[in-house]
């Protein structure tokens, strides 16, 4: 019964972004096209489980070997005890730290994920960036968003400081399947749906590089025959625009 109820909740989802975010997914997706083009780099960020699709977009199969995902200390579910995840987004100045160390540069192009979108760490990523010059896109929950208040003392939002919004359409809270007698709702959406909206990012971009008459720089599959061959071709050609290696 429940699963069912996640099923139907996940498919309204996910026919909301396609009746709503499909100009904001093409117009990320001509921004990673332009920026690799143009010698640039592209990274991805996001905190706690924000930044399992930081993970989703780099090193897989069908995925852009030019996407570089920014690791940092604290920020990744590996830390004990786990709760400091949730210490340290909410450190103002960190999230700018991390991006200076990364050493963001002019004509870059930045996505950070936070469903929320309302803790410093993303925020100041963002500030940081577009100081620098970087093109800066984010995925987020709006209506989330909107409900709660800024932690940063901009008291601004995510999805205030960025130029481009994807929204992932979810229930405030993210969870979105409530039982009868109990207070807590289970079955979050963010990560499919998340997940869904960059993947169809990443096949609009590899669309318009073939457009452009470019070949796309695509990972295969290191399990399918000619994969490894394949990849080491591809990785050494876009050596330059790869932070991960």
Known sequence: MYSEIY???LDNILREIRETQTE?????????????LSGHKVFAAGC?????LAKELFYRSGGLVTVNPIFAPGLELDVTPVTLTTDI???EGY???VISRKNLQKGD???IHSVSGRNPVSIDMA????????FVACLTNVKYSKSVSSRHSSQKRLFEVCPLVLDN?????????????????SGPTSTAAGAAILNAVIAEAIGIFLAKGKTPPVFMSANLDGGDEHNKKVLSQYGDLITYM
């Open 7 to 9: 099923f139907s909740k």
């Open 24 to 36: 904001a997914i093409e117009k990320c997706a001509e921004k990673i096209v332009d920026t690799t």
């Open 48 to 52: 706690g489980h924000a930044g399992l």
């Open 89 to 91: 987004e909410r450190i």
């Open 95 to 97: 999230g700018a730290t």
């Open 109 to 111: 192009f930045l996505l």
């Open 127 to 134: 500030l940081e960036a577009e100081k620098r010059g970087v």
């Open 169 to 185: 359409c979810g229930d405030v809270g993210d969870a979105a399947v409530s039982f009868d007698g109990f207070p807590e709702k």
